[in-house]
């Protein structure tokens, strides 16, 4: 095969950093952790790289928002002089992979030569620092939630993520005909199985295995965080984490001596997103957006999911993996990270997939052939697929758009009505329980549907334990129960 190597994308260097300061003062914040993983990430390539680059792309963090956009100033420090100096419009867990995508197709297009994606969060620093100043200030997290999404689902208590990915694990599990223990047991054995590979990687933050029976189990060290989710199954923010990789030609690659075991291709991805509204979703039992960015990707890169050695399914949450892994139909028993997941490699807000490059580079040196990264961001909203090989072949050595947005829009059903005045009889669509840090029930939240098909919020008081014993014992489905919304005050109150 005749190919360009001018124009052929592969990953040349990755790095990932880990820091656990005695005294928050002295650790790292997100700029440093991001200069830290690009010298580590030069340095694996061979050095001599960060003074050439063309452009530099760096996942946008919350942990210190002050400090602003962080991308000129990671260029200033690493004395690089980018043509393209750029960041993430926002944290969002897609923001990785888009990136890669990016520069891949504009090496493949002749408009670079060389890329840097790079991001950090040490929100685990920033935290300490604060508690030690008696700063009681917004949670970081809630504030930037609420400034991205403005809708009514806020006023409901549906604000961060941690609130939101639930909806889709309770609709999944009553589409599948999964009883809720059966559906646990699933998320309980998926999560082992990550801890397990974190367990093995140096650049975990948890490296722990923990058993299923372990995960499954309510404890002050695995509190109730929002139904069905507990600690170990949710992403672990609390980190102090960077990661950083290197995108170039082949060419500058060969020019540069790095042996051919050392590198990866870059193959096509895809990209497809929800609207970024909660209450805009089509269903929750499914995500046509999630469908289309995984189906694309093996379409363009000629795949099928028997070719793939090694995958990263994103893990903010159970639900996320286990719909992708019935999408591509990946074996239930084998592993879905290289990293180690969200909740014990480390959930850095997010930059996590930059660390899933790095462990899939570490993955492609070891033996492995070809590997998939699946990325979800936002609030469950955004999905970016893409292919890494060690075959030439694979590589995306032509430019071709990542965007299939339209794909998703034509297979995604009519959009229901948000009725915020409704009052009357109506049918559980899904729902959850967000719970507080001592244990106990904040609220329930109900989304539901009236006769005729318009889309309800309602909520369940903590004081209604008979209703909200209904909603988590697992004795009976609580999706597509029927019930009353009544107007009480400002909000609707769920009654059955």
Known sequence: MNINPD????????????????????GLDSLGLMAAAARGADGDAGGGWLSALDSVAVVDQLSFPE????????????????????????????????????????????????????????LRTAAQRKAARGDQGEDAMRAASTRRRPEAALDYGLVTPTDIYPLYENATRAAWGQTLAEAQRESAEMWSRMSEVAARNEHAWL???????????ISPDNRPIAFPYSKLMVANSSVNQGAAFIV?????????????DRIAYVGYGAAADEPGGVMARDHYSRSASMIVSLTRALEVNGAQTADFDAVELYSCFPCIPKMARRVLNWPSDQPVTVFGGLTF??????NYMSHAVASMLEALRGGARRGLLFANGGFANQNHTIVLTRDPAGAASTPRSFDFHADADSARDPIPTLAEEYAGSA????????????????????????????????????????????????TAEPVGASGHVRREGAHAIWRM
Request: net charge neutral; aromatic share 4%.
């Open 67 to 122: 400090l602003g956009d962080l991308s000129s100033k990671l260029a200033a420090e690493l004395g690089a002089t980018p043509q393209l100096c750029y960041k993430s419009r926002y944290p969002s867990g897609a923001s990785p992979i888009r990136m890669l995508n990016e520069a891949a197709t504009r090496i493949a297009a002749g408009e670079i030569e060389s890329a840097l994606i790079a991001g950090g969060e040490a």
């Open 345 to 350: 490699g480390g959930g850095p807000i997010g």
């Open 248 to 260: 170039t030609s082949l060419a500058a690659a060969k020019r540069h001596g790095i042996a051919e």
């Open 427 to 474: 049918t559980i669509e899904t729902y959850t329980v967000l719970y507080r840090r001592d244990g106990s029930v904040r609220v329930g939240v109900i989304v539901a549907r009236s006769p005729a098909g318009e889309r309800v919020l309602a909520h369940v008081p903590p004081e209604d334990m008979q209703i909200l014993a209904f909603l988590t014992d697992g």
């Open 207 to 217: 490296r722990k295995a923990i058993s299923a029976e372990d995960i499954l189990t």
């Open 7 to 26: 124009r052929v994308p592969v990953i040349v260097g990755a790095a990932q950093v880990n820091d656990r300061p005695n005294d928050p003062f002295a």
